[in-house]
């Protein structure tokens, strides 16, 4: 069973530019939630989809943004950049029923590095 | 809001011999999920194990185990055998239950197993 994918795994960008993160979920799994890491701020949720909605969010600017597709792959986006947004992108999913303990499975995530 | 606190930034063991991770946490919830996931130097988050918040019943997986103390707001993993592929950043997290896939992290405790 393929685990979590996420493309790129590594990308350089400068302030101001956007871009674009994709991950593809385990097969079946519905639910995709994005993480941003950082040395200073940890490990803090960006927001979830299940199904196409978002179902949560986290306390992040509107620039950055999300969507998920018919076949629950999901892109985030960030515009503007900032030396800020800098960090290691994690995508999670999750069959995403709202009973049990879902377990998240995580990808080997998105290294942003903005100059 | 809940927050999830480790107090440990780093703690080191020999192999073979037992280690024990803190966390602590604050909710007002009644019903949620507890996980320690370990991340590797490879960035890849792995879940270690899980606790059901109404299960008074500790989980053990293997040499994993975790000590749930639930009016304390406690929940501690136990490492027996120390192997050096355990060599990790370990999470403590917290679920809301019923609320989507929304993890709130701890700060992380990193581990280092010496032979």
């Known amino acids: 069973k393929a685990g979590v994918t996420q493309t790129p795994r590594y990308l350089i960008k400068t302030r101001g530019q956007q871009v674009t993160l994709s991950c593809s979920p385990i097969?079946?799994?519905?639910?995709v939630s994005w993480y941003q890491q950082t040395p200073g701020q940890g490990l803090q949720f960006l927001f979830e989809?299940?199904?196409?909605?978002?179902?949560n969010k986290g306390n992040f600017p509107g620039r950055f943004s999300g969507r998920q597709f018919s076949n629950s792959r999901s892109e985030m986006n960030v515009s503007t950049l900032e030396l800020g947004d800098s960090a290691l992108y994690l995508c999670?999913?999750?069959?995403?029923?709202?009973?049990?303990?879902?377990?998240?499975?995580f990808g080997a995530g998105s290294r942003l590095t903005v100059l | 809001a809940q927050t999830v606190t480790q107090s440990q930034p780093e703690m080191s063991v020999q192999e073979a011999e037992t280690v024990t991770l803190s966390c602590t946490y604050d909710?007002?919830?009644?019903?949620?999920?507890l996980f320690w996931y370990k991340q590797p130097p490879s960035r890849q988050m792995i879940l270690v194990i899980r606790?059901?918040?109404?299960?008074?019943q500790n989980a053990t997986e293997n040499r994993f185990s975790v000590n749930f103390q639930k009016a304390a707001k406690s929940f501690s993993l136990k490492i027996s055998d120390s192997q050096l592929g355990d060599t990790a950043m370990y999470f403590c997290?917290?679920?809301?239950?019923?609320?989507?896939?929304?993890?709130?992290f701890g700060a992380g405790t990193i581990l280092r197993v010496k032979s």
């Open positions: 999670a999913s999750s069959s995403g029923g709202l009973s049990g303990a879902n377990v998240l499975t």
């Open positions: 989809y299940f199904s196409e909605t978002q179902r």
């Open positions: 606790q059901e918040a109404y299960k008074q």
């Open positions: 997290a917290f679920m809301k239950q019923e609320y989507g896939n929304k993890l709130v």
């Open positions: 097969s079946g799994h519905r639910s």
């Open positions: 909710t007002s919830e009644n019903n949620y999920y």
